[in-house]
């Protein structure tokens, strides 16, 4: 059963540390999304790749925040450093290019203090 | 500037009876539309899409969307609701003319379905 693995799953972490988020899309997926949930703001898009290139970054803070490809297995996002106001439930989804649905991980949920 | 629209917070509705979550979008184009939900502590899992053709789309567990594209609808619809259908309701529209998969997601609806 095919599916998009994040790590970890829950992080709680003092405000200042760097706090990086993994995640594995599925196998042949050439598209992957970073999104952020909070209850205020919703679903936000941090970033989006293809191809392992990133195509959109516009949604994230850029001076806390990046986000990589460093292969077609491994997305990651970085934050440092922290803020309470970070604190929030970060999804991965990815998908492949003949489905226009894309497929979402279960999400690490941060805590910064 | 474009936008999804989900004007019910909450959405009761007994056991046995239809459903309806309402979703309207404003986006330019033929955007391709989708329903997701998401359960308690879970990612959203994929419901239903409308790309093109047949204005009704049926998907998983039963549920349907309706597209309605002078009022720019996609209303979402289950003939008869199950307590186990209760969950968080996402309504997302991506502009065809970005490519697929930069989804604008409304703000989610909440769906209770009361034994």
């Known amino acids: 059963d095919a599916r998009v693995t994040q790590t970890p799953r829950h992080k709680v972490t003092e405000m200042g540390q760097e706090v990086t988020m993994r995640c594995q899309p599925i196998?042949?997926?050439?598209?992957v999304f970073w999104y952020r949930q909070t209850m205020m703001q919703g679903l936000e898009l941090l970033a989006y790749?293809?191809?392992?290139?990133?195509?959109?970054d516009s949604g994230m803070p850029k001076d806390r925040f990046s986000a990589e490809m460093p292969d077609a297995t491994l997305a990651t996002l970085k934050i440092q450093p922290s803020e309470p106001r970070d604190s929030a439930v970060y999804f991965c989804?990815?998908?492949?290019?003949?489905?226009?649905?894309?497929?979402f991980g279960q999400g690490t949920r941060l805590t910064v203090v | 500037a474009q936008s999804v629209a989900q004007p019910e917070d909450q959405v009761n509705v007994a056991e046995g009876n239809p459903l309806t979550v309402k979703c309207t979008y404003s986006?330019?184009?033929?955007?391709?539309l989708f329903w997701y939900v998401q359960y308690p502590n879970r990612g959203l899992q994929f419901l239903l899409k409308?790309?093109?053709?047949?204005?009704l789309v049926k998907g998983s567990y039963g549920f349907e969307a309706e597209f309605n594209k002078s009022q720019t609808s996609f209303h979402l619809k289950k003939p008869s609701a199950l307590v186990s259908d209760s969950a968080l309701y996402f309504c997302?529209?991506?502009?065809?003319?970005?490519?697929?998969?930069?989804?604008?997601f409304g703000t989610g609806t909440r769906l209770k379905v009361l034994a």
């Open positions: 989804a990815s998908g492949g290019q003949t489905n226009t649905e894309a497929f």
């Open positions: 196998l042949g997926h050439n598209t």
């Open positions: 790749f293809r191809n392992r290139a990133p195509l959109d």
């Open positions: 986006v330019s184009g033929n955007p391709y």
């Open positions: 409308y790309i093109t053709g047949d204005n």
């Open positions: 997302a529209v991506s502009p065809a003319t970005s490519g697929t998969y930069k989804y604008i």
